[in-house]
């Protein structure tokens, strides 16, 4: 119980995708001791890109339905086609499984109980071990929507294998943006990294993620990533930061060895830990980790 007490979260979020989460969070995954790794980012979950998991659990993620019909049974008579609002039934009654919302509208009216209505297995969940530590990933099936309860199970079972090996520490590379999956990625988290980038839409797309966290009371703080492309927004977004009284961690400078150290699978610190961004990086996980 003392080790759930002290359990400690830290997601990695932005206001869009592409600001350099990924790369970030794997950069802390390199410094960090003891920690459970978390990618909750489903939409475009490419963490395992860099830390290459070595799979050893996994297990389907079912929710929602969609509608199957039986032609054994179907009369044709039309009644479905006419009632699904998303045209998702074609002329010869069959159910289009991309379009199909899994609203059951179609198989509550049916006449002839021609329409089933099984669960759908919509991604799978892995626990795997990495070079950095254990880490709970996902997959989305092809079109896939992604609601936030597949986030949830994975932040779940991170907790659950932290608690398991006594790991007090989760990173989470969370999704971007504002909506369901972000909300269930840091919903009582011990805190949240928004990395922005120096541009009008990134001080825009972080503003709307500071009112998020603002307003489930999680602490926030901020980095500016490639601050030297803009020097007068990233001073522009940190005195914003300030005036909400957000803690800037750091600055990011714009450099090619990112992305040269993600074609060699490998973070910025394993890459070349003796750049000058990888020095910068250490000292922005040294700031959050004393401030966790």
Not at 108 to 131: H, N, Q, V
Not at 141 to 158: C, D, F, M, P, Q
Not at 207 to 221: G, S
Request: aromatic share 6%; hydrophobic share 40%.
């Amino acid at each position: 119980m003392q080790e759930k007490a002290n359990l400690k979260e830290l997601i990695v979020i932005s206001g869009k995708g592409g600001t350099g989460k990924t790369s970030l969070l794997g950069a802390f995954a390199s410094l960090a001791k003891d920690k459970v790794l978390c990618d909750a980012d489903l939409d475009a979950a490419d963490l395992y890109l860099i830390l290459e998991p070595e799979i050893k659990e996994r297990q389907d993620f079912q929710e929602g339905h969609k509608a199957i019909i039986d032609h054994d049974k179907c009369t044709e008579c039309g009644l479905c086609r006419e009632l699904c609002r998303f045209n998702a039934i074609s002329p010869e009654f069959i159910v289009d499984p991309i379009d199909c919302e899994g609203c059951g509208v179609c198989v509550y009216f049916c006449p002839e109980d021609a329409i089933d209505f099984p669960i759908k297995t919509c991604g799978e969940l892995f626990i795997s071990e990495t070079r950095c530590g254990p880490m709970v990933h996902a997959r989305l099936g092809i079109a896939e929507g992604n609601s936030g309860k597949l986030v949830t199970l994975t932040r779940k079972k991170a907790k659950e294998l932290s608690e398991k090996r006594g790991l007090n520490l989760i990173l989470t590379d969370g999704p971007p943006g504002l909506a369901c999956p972000v909300i269930a990625s840091i919903a009582g988290a011990t805190g949240v990294l928004i990395v922005a980038e120096p541009t009008l839409s990134g001080h825009h797309d972080m503003d709307r993620v500071v009112e998020l966290a603002n307003h489930f009371q999680i602490p926030a703080y901020v980095c500016i990533n490639k601050f030297d492309l803009n020097p007068k927004m990233t001073e522009t977004i940190e005195d914003y930061a300030r005036d909400k009284g957000l803690p800037v961690m750091g600055r990011i400078p714009f450099d090619p060895l990112f992305t040269e150290a993600m074609v060699q699978k490998q973070t910025i610190i394993e890459y070349d830990g003796s750049s000058n961004a990888a020095q910068v990086v250490k000292e922005i996980w040294e700031g959050l980790s004393s401030s966790l």
